[in-house]
């Protein structure tokens, strides 16, 4: 199909763009004001980023933070590293990033590990779990592929078996009962895991993790603890988005990246699970983080007790200005107030699919109500190529993209960075290629 622009692009090139570059932010911040929000943000004003399930912009004390500890790093590296990594507890920097993140998740600190992403948390899960031989790994077909590929490489590795379900046949008419029920048909009894996305970034789907959840614990009621099924989440775009304590949604293992609807920095992510939980778990990647396991070496034994949270934060030098900065942006979305971001995010987001849903010639693929949906949106517009489709919108100053799947929509997220007037902009854009693409 050929693409057509049938509006004028607006000029987005390095002129317009350069004032952006170095600017100042306002020192006042006032959380109650979205326009206050909005200005923490370096983001071009030039444009709609209607991109936010994709890379956050960090917002002005998560920048500062980063500026800070890089440059304290540049100044001494040896000394700022010894003195907040491994000198006294009470200063290791990356404690305060797992108190700041249980506090979120509605935890404790002991029970958050520190990773770069979701991905590399779900293999980490999978990979630490110990299949026994012939025991499955469950879950849907509407997964990205990180988290499929995580769990294939984990049940090759221990003898196990990977299968899928579909959780919906029509995304726009998504029912969690029906889901439900049909997790519950499909556990088997040498079913040991159940792996699922919080939120679905083909369709815009929500699962109730809970409702999930309490599927589950009534099926293990007549389990033996070892054959229990464990409730493993990708929990990436409902973390951030949705207004729920994690650790009460009844999950054994969450995994989300940190640099998304948290507005962290790059290459940030967090798991939670409870202690024995963890327990149950197999490190993969050593960790600096835990004082038992580098003593346990030094002493040449094994570690005594469970794994830990620490345990499975991976070692090696990181990018430690990024993860300690972490801290501020669990601050700066707390201080707005989780359920101020989920009310301004489903306003946002509905007014995107309402004004899709009346275009005849786009095919929406996220329900309408809210509580089943979150902060992607996607859809197709007639005539077009979802990729087409993105890049007209980007012509005309729209950030979007199509979803990288084998059936690919084009997709809007609205955040807290935005206004309806940049949903006003995208819709305008779609409204125009009705009939334009034939």
């Not at 988005?241 to 290459?267: N, Q």
């Not at 779609?430 to 693409?437: T, Y």
Request: with cysteine; hydrophobic share 40%.
């Amino acid at each position: 199909m050929s693409l057509s622009n049938p509006l004028r692009p607006a000029d987005t090139g390095a002129e317009g763009l350069s004032h952006t570059v170095g600017a100042t932010m306002p020192q006042h911040f006032d959380p109650n004001d979205w326009k206050s929000v909005r200005e923490q943000f370096l983001l071009s004003p030039d444009l709609a980023h209607l991109s936010n399930f994709y890379l956050a912009s960090n917002p002005t004390p998560v920048r500062d933070a980063i500026t800070k500890y890089r440059k304290a790093f540049d100044e001494d590296p040896h000394s700022f590293l010894d003195d907040n990594m491994f000198g006294r507890e009470a200063d290791m920097l990356w404690r305060t990033v797992c108190a700041e993140a249980a506090e979120y998740v509605g935890g404790r600190a002991d029970e958050i590990a520190l990773t770069t992403s979701t991905t590399m948390g779900l293999a980490l899960t999978y990979n630490g779990l110990r299949l026994k031989p012939g025991q499955e790994i469950l879950t849907t077909t509407h997964e990205f592929y990180p988290h499929h590929e995580a769990i294939r490489l984990a049940a090759e590795r221990w003898g196990g078996t990977m299968r899928t379900i579909s959780l919906y046949e029509s995304s726009p008419d998504f029912s969690v009962d029906e889901a439900v029920a049909r997790i519950r048909a499909a556990i088997r009894p040498n079913t040991r895991v159940f792996g699922v996305a919080w939120v679905h970034s083909n369709t815009g789907v929500r699962l109730s993790i809970s409702r999930v959840a309490d599927v589950i614990a009534d099926l293990n009621r007549d389990r033996d603890e070892e054959d229990r099924v464990l409730l493993v989440v990708d929990g990436v775009h409902g973390f951030g988005v949705a207004d729920e304590d994690v650790a009460s949604m009844g999950c054994d293992f969450f995994s989300a990246g940190t640099h998304k609807w948290i507005l962290g920095p790059r290459g940030t992510g967090i798991m939670w699970a409870k202690p024995e939980n963890w327990a149950l778990l197999q490190p993969t990647i050593p960790s600096l983080m835990s004082k038992e396991t580098s003593a346990a070496w030094r002493q040449d034994r094994r570690p005594v007790g469970p794994t830990e949270a620490a345990w499975m934060s991976p070692g090696g030098f990181a990018t430690y200005e990024y993860q300690w900065a972490t801290a501020e942006a669990f601050r700066f979305v707390r201080q707005i107030g989780r359920k101020r971001i989920q009310d301004r995010i489903a306003e946002l987001n509905s007014q995107i699919k309402e004004g899709l849903a009346v275009m005849d010639h786009v095919t929406l693929h996220t329900p309408l109500d809210p509580e089943l949906s979150a902060g992607i949106v996607t859809f197709d517009v007639e005539n077009y190529e979802p990729r087409n489709v993105a890049t007209i919108l980007r012509e005309n100053r729209v950030i979007a993209n199509a979803t990288p799947y084998g059936v690919s929509h084009v997709r809007l997220s609205a955040g807290i960075v935005n206004s309806p007037e940049d949903v006003e902009l995208a819709l305008k854009v779609i409204r125009s290629l009705k009939g334009a693409g034939a």
